[in-house]
């Protein structure tokens, strides 16, 4: 970006506006790990999650006219990849919200030594949709449970609740992760 734009972000927002393939393949460039990280957070496969991301940067470069300097420019598009997930997945899978407590899934764990060798995405990959897509737009996206609930059409009730059974349902795998490396550490 150096050699190209100086170090300007204005300057390489100006280019993508004046739609400049040299600054979109820098702003691509930049970004598409980035990106492409947020999308597996919401879709599990990396291929599907993949076609999020390109559709993503199709819209990105489409729209970059409607952003209005409001903001960062990485905040804007990031936005735009996490709508793309929430379309793809509301599009191809069917997703059910349950709107009450089952006291059945409290599950009493244990707390055991904790190691810290594991994945976060690997926990989020076991994670229903429904509970990964709650979980990753309050806890990594900053969502409101309104703007949870606006967003996907449901009430706030249930996007507070499938946040707690997130949160409930990745202890219980953490935990389990844990207690399976310890046993492998201990058959060693």
């Not at 905040?75 to 936005?79: D, E, L, S, Y």
């Given at each position: 970006m150096k050699l190209l734009f100086g170090n300007k972000k204005e300057d390489l927002l100006g280019r993508l506006k004046k739609q400049d393939p040299a600054a979109q393949k820098v702003f691509y460039e930049q970004n598409v790990k980035k990106f492409l990280s947020v999308a597996k957070s919401y879709v599990s496969d990396?291929?599907?999650a993949?076609?999020?991301?390109?559709?993503?940067?199709?819209?990105?470069?489409?729209?970059?006219?409607?952003f209005r300097g409001e903001g960062n420019l990485e905040?804007?598009?990031?936005?735009i990849v996490?709508?793309?997930?929430?379309?793809?997945?509301?599009?191809?899978?069917?997703?059910?919200?349950?709107?009450d407590i089952n006291p059945s899934f409290m599950i009493e764990v244990p707390e055991e030594e904790v190691i810290f060798d594991f994945s976060?995405?690997?926990?989020?990959?076991?994670?229903?949709?429904?509970?990964?897509?709650?979980?990753?737009?309050?806890?990594l996206?900053?969502?409101?449970?309104?703007?949870?609930?606006?967003?996907?059409?449901?009430?706030?009730?249930?996007?507070?609740?499938q946040l707690f059974r997130a949160?409930?349902?990745l202890r219980?795998?953490?935990?389990?992760?844990?207690?399976t490396m310890k046993n492998e550490h201990i058959q060693r």
């Open positions: 990396l291929y599907q993949e076609d999020c991301v390109i559709k993503a940067f199709c819209k990105i470069f489409k729209h970059i006219e409607s905040g804007w598009a990031r936005r996490v709508n793309e997930c929430l379309n793809f997945i509301k599009s191809h899978k069917t997703v059910f919200y349950i709107d976060a995405q690997d926990l989020l990959d076991q994670l229903p949709d429904a509970y990964r897509m709650v979980f990753n737009l309050y806890v996206e900053g969502y409101s449970h309104q703007e949870i609930a606006d967003t996907l059409k449901i009430s706030t009730a249930v996007s507070k609740t949160k409930e349902k219980v795998l953490y935990l389990q992760q844990q207690k």
